[in-house]
């Protein structure tokens, strides 16, 4: 008995071979890879696909046996969109295409085979993205493909189906995640004295966490990546720049629609820092008695002031009201400044002996590096 099954297996794939060889003698004007698929309606058992997804003839027609029949079958291959690719968080770009074999006699024909039917799927470079068997006529099955990254338009792909080195070219929907960048406060104050928080959110995404967004600005950022967090978003620090520009962002490919930047002019917050200093200094009743003195010191004081906003990171947060915050800086800095110069202490410091004598040594020493770089 089993040499008799033997030899029925053995003579189903003698006829198989041959009518393979008739079948590729046909054929033997091979087209060249990276044929367009020609864009079909797709026979009845496969006809469950909606009319807005595409669907493929394919040029591959492989051979096989079928498990009903146990006769070689010429086979017709489809492909139609499966699933869009979508942006998966760490894992890139995720979709699937939808591959098919039917009977080119027999299209409702649903039959096993005895051969499974091989697919390749690349990208356009050749390298293979995933391969899969098909062993069922008239059904759809699901090929994954994935991408790390994809820039714009559709995700190019190549279809192979059958022991044969010819490709298909086939275009799968891609979508892109939507990006949005914005700026608070949206104009800080220029010449690297004002700060501010850039922010991002990213939709149409599956777990985006972990993710890092690539930014470039004009401007100073805390660094050049936006990390998101599990509900897709994220902010780094910004320094202001010296001209105003844009803020431009990717992400695996996908770019976000440019921001534009556009820095104050600082000269209204140093109009106001110096008001500031000059109103806290002249405030104090040493300052009204002393003019040219007091003049100096909230001229100090604005300086100080201004700087203190430029390098404290919580200045972010009132950015909206710079100048009003500087005005108040500067008047509290020369006030305060003043008042604690009165304070009595002060003098017994600085007439104490070992204040005397650390200045005297101050004074020698500055004679001395004079007299040792004089010509000779």
């Known amino acids: 008995m089993n040499s008799i099954s033997f030899g029925a297996r053995g003579l189903a794939a003698l006829v198989l071979c041959l009518h393979g060889l008739h079948v590729s003698a046909e054929t033997s004007a091979a087209r060249l890879l990276d044929v367009g698929a020609r ?3 797709l026979p009845v058992p496969l006809g469950t696909v909606s009319k ?33 690719m979508q942006l998966n968080g760490q894992q890139g770009y995720l979709g699937q295409l939808r591959v098919a074999l039917t009977d080119t006699h027999n299209p409702r024909d649903q039959s096993q085979l005895l051969l499974p039917i091989p697919v390749a799927v690349t990208d356009r470079s050749g390298a293979v993205i995933e391969t899969a068997e098909i062993t069922q006529l008239g059904r759809w099955q699901n090929v994954p493909v994935s991408a790390p990254h994809i820039t714009d338009g559709p995700f190019a792909v190549r279809v192979a189906v059958g022991e044969t080195q010819q490709f298909d070219a086939l275009a799968l929907p891609v979508t892109h995640p939507d990006l949005e960048l914005w700026l608070e406060p949206a104009s800080p ?37 936006i990390l998101l967090g599990p509900d897709g978003t994220g902010s780094i620090p910004l320094r202001s720049g010296f001209s105003s520009g844009q803020v431009s962002a990717t992400l ?22 110096l008001a500031g200093g000059l109103a806290g200094a002249h405030l104090s009743r040493w300052g009204r008695r002393n003019r040219q003195s007091a003049t100096m010191v909230g001229g100090m004081a604005a300086g100080a002031a201004t700087l203190v906003f430029a390098a404290v990171p919580w200045s972010a947060r009132i950015a909206g009201f710079p100048e009003l ?3 108040v800086l500067a008047t509290a800095a020369a006030w305060l400044g003043i008042t604690a110069w009165q304070w009595p202490g002060w003098y017994e410091l600085r007439y104490h002996p070992r204040t005397m004598q650390l200045i005297d040594w101050i004074n020698r020493l500055h004679d001395k590096l004079q007299r040792s770089t004089r010509p000779t």
């Open 252 to 273: 695996a490919g996908a770019r976000a629609r440019p921001l534009q930047i556009v820095y104050r002019s600082p000269w209204l917050l140093f109009i106001a820092a």
């Open 52 to 84: 807005d997804v595409a669907s493929w003839q394919l040029s591959h027609r492989p051979t096989s046996l079928s498990a009903t029949t146990n006769q070689p079958v010429q086979l017709q291959a489809w492909a139609s969109e499966g699933q869009a």
């Open 39 to 41: 864009q079909s309606t």
């Open 325 to 327: 915050a500087v005005l």
């Open 189 to 225: 104050v220029g010449w690297g004295i004002g700060t501010g928080t850039l922010n991002a959110r990213v939709g149409d995404i599956d777990q985006p966490a972990g993710l890092a967004l690539s930014v470039q600005v004009s401007g100073a950022l805390a660094a050049d990546e």
